[in-house]
């Protein structure tokens, strides 16, 4: 069964568009007439590109946004943790959709689902909205006979996610646009109100204060190379972006990043917490534990804790304790370290391993606070610098030319 998207006409002539599912498109036209509509156009759901990873199945480039998917694995888990039936389940959700994007991948999934697929195969049809992640968690929790509990602690864990990484945003936004706004301010007061006000002083044929003669120099320089300034960012930016995507630079700009005080802390903390945190719900899963650091190193984006991720996954594959292939790559925290070595010895490793995240999730949580707090009064300070030493320049010329007059 697929899933078609249609345009069609009712008897009044009116056009109406909306998804139905059927065999195929003949099927499809003929339940559309059924309904008393004319089809006009019925097409597959989503775009279709080949796919190598998942034969016989054409993956969709269709997305979720991005708070959707946790909704969704929440109000799924609810649903069948109320006894609904899978399908019928995918059904309700489908049925209180308020977006097409979100009907059109639940649509499809369920006459995968209809088909007699597993939820997961369904899900491997967008990868784009559900990740390897989500796909390997819910293979997992249907293997076990566990798909609530594994769904339950899904969300919780994309939801967290997704908190710190607002919180990330959130912590560099009011600084920013502080910054920004003074800059866009003091580079329009030196290229159009500077030059005027100096004109007053330099005809006088009085010598200038050094900070007077460094703002003059300033504004001239901003006057006639500012435009190519910008210009130079806006290259330096997009140059950087792109090399980015090459990763000798990407290895070496991330290394940079693990040693910049606090900074570096905080991301490797933060990339601490999204490793233990999906190796703790992959084991918990019955997920085997070699397969589980596999998919939880993607969840990684700093490449150097991805190395040490990909180096913690090949000892263990050769024996090692994970705790023990953990402290070997010198890339986690202690802490993180330590509670991993409790769970081992005590056999409760799926238990510490959450433990630890939110330990870790804590920490990062804290360290940014800390952060917002410096950023903030230092963004003001920066700012009161720049209008300060504006006012001087400007003032301190009045003050030496009404002394001489004196």
Known sequence: MEAFEYTSLDQAGKQKKGIIQAENEKQARQLLRDRLLTPVHISLVGESVPSTEIPGVRQQ??????????????????????????????????????????ERILTTIHAKVMEGQSLAA????????????????????????????????????????DDMEKQSTSALIYPLILVMTAVAVVAGLMVYIVPKVIQVFESTQVQLPVMTRVLINVSDFLAVYGW??????????????????????????????????????LVRTAQAARFTRTLGILTQSAVPIVQALSLSRQVVSNQV????????????????????????????????????????????????????????????????KTLIGALQPLAILFVGMMVLFIVLAMLLPIFQINSIIN
């Not at 049809?125 to 566990?146: C, K, M, N, W, Y």
């Not at 140059?239 to 995507?245: E, H, M, S």
């Not at 070496?252 to 990043?257: D, F, I, M, N, S």
């Not at 180096?311 to 402290?327: D, K, P, W």
Request: charged content about 20%; aromatic content about 4%; proline content about 4%.
């Open 122 to 161: 369904a899900m491997r049809i967008f990868p784009r909205a559900f990740d390897e992640l989500v796909a390997t968690s819910v293979e997992a929790g249907e293997q076990s006979g566990h798909l609530q509990a594994v769904l339950l602690q899904l969300a919780d864990y994309l939801e967290t996610r």
């Open 61 to 102: 480039r269709l997305s979720l946004k991005k708070a959707e998917l946790p909704l969704f694995i929440r109000q799924l888990a609810t649903l069948i943790q109320a006894g609904l039936p899978l399908d019928e389940a995918l059904q309700t959700l489908i049925e209180q959709s308020e977006h097409r994007n979100t």
């Open 305 to 368: 804790m991805k190395q040490a991720c990909e180096q913690t996954a090949s000892a263990v594959r050769e024996g090692s304790g994970l705790a023990r292939a953990m402290q070997n790559t010198g890339a986690f925290p202690p802490l993180s370290i330590k509670l991993v070595h409790s769970g081992e010895q005590s056999g409760q490793l799926s238990q510490m391993l959450e433990r630890t995240a939110k330990v870790q999730e804590k920490d990062v949580e804290n360290k940014l």
């Open 228 to 265: 190519y300034l910008l210009l130079g960012i806006g290259v330096l930016l997009v140059a950087f972006l792109a090399l980015q995507k090459h990763p000798p630079f990407q290895l070496g700009w991330h290394r940079l990043v693990l040693k910049l005080p606090l900074i570096g802390r």
